[in-house]
């Protein structure tokens, strides 16, 4: 159970009452609120850290913005608030406790509060966890997913530049030379549209550029050995797990 345990009130959060990968049910513990340790703005952090976990995007953005009226910097809030509730939704994610739909309120509701943060995070001048460009390939719509890891990535703290759907080898490697990014993300949903992320990367080395940005891949039909025989630098099955991976390759870059 995690942070759950101490994070939320009795009652609180029926909606997110999901089966267990034991088959039990997941159901936040009596309150524990007592054995947190307080502080000024914990309330506050605590508010938007339960509005995230419940995908409630609106008491994400009024919490935080409470939270910006106590003083708390934006990192703070960022770090110990949108953050720390991310974390935790992708470690329930891995854990089988939480699903895609749960994943992609949360995650919406966490880009609802950075929306309101980001101004001033770029006041702090807080530096980003690295840069990434991402894409769904060539001839290829499917974005749901692609949606997902991007939020999760900017909800770590990844500057990101999202080039949507249907995204050419042309594209990619232009996006390459504009933004500089430690790392460029490929997904696709199609077995068809697979052999892009291939032509991408052939296409980085064709510009010269292959060695200045890692790659990595992802999409359902994706796999390891797919991301190693055409020469990506890393491959995720899952928002979350997509993550580590652009951290660590970011520390590689
Ligand atoms: Co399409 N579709 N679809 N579809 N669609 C699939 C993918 C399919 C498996 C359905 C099926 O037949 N069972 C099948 C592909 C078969 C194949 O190639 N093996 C298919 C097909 C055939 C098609 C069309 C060709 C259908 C047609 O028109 N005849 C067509 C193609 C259009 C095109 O792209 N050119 C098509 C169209 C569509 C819709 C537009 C209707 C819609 C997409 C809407 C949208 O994305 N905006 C759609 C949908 C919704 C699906 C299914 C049902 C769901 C996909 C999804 O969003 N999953 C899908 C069946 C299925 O998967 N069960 C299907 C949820 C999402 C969160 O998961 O995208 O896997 P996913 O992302 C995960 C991971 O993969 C990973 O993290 C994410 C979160 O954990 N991940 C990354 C993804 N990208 C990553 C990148 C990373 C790292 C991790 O690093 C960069």
């Not at 980003?128 to 990535?153: C, F, Q, R």
């Not at 994706?222 to 970011?250: C, E, Q």
Request: with cysteine; aromatic share 4%; net charge neutral.
């Amino acid at each position: 159970m995690g942070r759950w345990a101490g994070l939320f009130r009795p009652g609180h959060c029926k909606a997110r009452v999901a089966p267990s990968s034991a088959g039990k049910l997941l159901i936040p513990q009596p309150n524990r609120l007592n054995q947190v340790r307080k502080g000024p703005g914990m309330n506050e952090l605590e508010g938007i850290y339960s509005a995230v976990m419940d995908g409630d995007a609106g008491k994400v953005q009024s919490t935080v913005g409470q939270a910006l009226n106590v003083g708390l910097s934006a990192e703070a809030i960022l770090d110990g608030g949108l953050i720390a509730a991310m974390t935790e939704v992708g470690r329930l994610f891995e854990e089988g406790e939480f699903f895609v739909p749960e994943m992609l309120v949360s995650a919406r509701a966490m880009q609802a509060g950075l929306a309101l943060l980001k101004p001033h995070l770029t006041a702090e001048g807080i530096p980003s966890a690295g840069k990434a460009v991402l894409g769904t390939v060539k001839g290829d719509l499917h974005d749901i997913g692609k949606n997902l890891v991007v939020m999760m990535l900017e909800g770590a703290g990844f500057e990101v530049v999202d080039l949507g759907t249907d995204v050419t080898p042309d594209r990619f490697v232009q996006a390459v030379r504009d933004h500089q990014p430690h790392v460029l993300g490929m997904s696709a949903l199609l077995t068809t549209t697979m052999p892009s992320m291939a032509s991408t990367i052939s296409a980085l080395k064709e510009a010269g550029l292959r060695d200045r940005v890692k790659v990595m891949v992802g999409g359902a039909p994706v796999t390891d050995a797919f991301a190693t025989r055409i020469g990506a630098d890393g491959y995720s099955p899952d928002a979350s797990s997509a993550v580590r991976l652009a951290k660590s390759l970011t520390s590689m870059a």
